[in-house]
């Protein structure tokens, strides 16, 4: 387990009547290990990726780091896994989302071509109906003479 980064509190913050520093750790493989002491030197609350820990030995700080050791461990497989899925659902949306977009933004701009609206006011309420918004008027509508499919 190596630690990149640790950022931690200078102030005390009061919880649960009890005052507590904390400490983030940022992992080598991505994971987030934020732990909460108190001035004793005990524990007070762990989370590893903002999922709080259930820590048995609290007042043994050797005992307690080795346990919080072994979660580390234990959860850098599947952190792994979970961050290779959101990088793939994000490439597909990226990808497919953007394209989408820009073929129905051109596909509209093609339509008001053949129509002859060249009004940037346009917009489609019908496939073979266009919707003008005009300054003297709320709505007037204008019918397409091609049929769109």
């Given at each position: 387990m190596t630690v990149n980064d640790i950022e931690g509190s200078k102030r005390a913050v009061r919880k649960s009547g009890v005052l507590t520093k904390k400490a983030t750790l940022f992992l080598a493989d991505g994971q987030k290990l934020i732990v909460e002491a108190t001035a004793q030197g005990a524990i007070f609350q762990v989370k590893l990726n903002n999922q709080v820990l259930a820590i048995k030995n609290v007042d043994n700080l050797n005992k307690a780091v080795k346990e919080i050791a072994g979660f580390v461990h234990k959860n850098s497989k599947s952190f792994q896994a979970k961050l290779r899925k959101m990088a793939e659902r994000k490439q597909g949306q990226s990808n497919s989302g953007s394209r989408q977009a820009k073929l129905s933004t051109q596909q509209q701009l093609t339509e008001k071509q053949q129509c002859g609206i060249n009004d940037g006011n346009?917009?489609?309420?019908?496939?073979?109906?266009?919707?003008?918004?005009?300054?003297?008027?709320?709505?007037?509508?204008?019918?397409?003479?091609?049929?769109?499919?």
């Open positions: 346009c917009r489609a309420t019908k496939p073979d109906q266009y919707t003008t918004r005009n300054p003297g008027s709320i709505n007037s509508t204008t019918d397409c003479s091609l049929n769109h499919e």
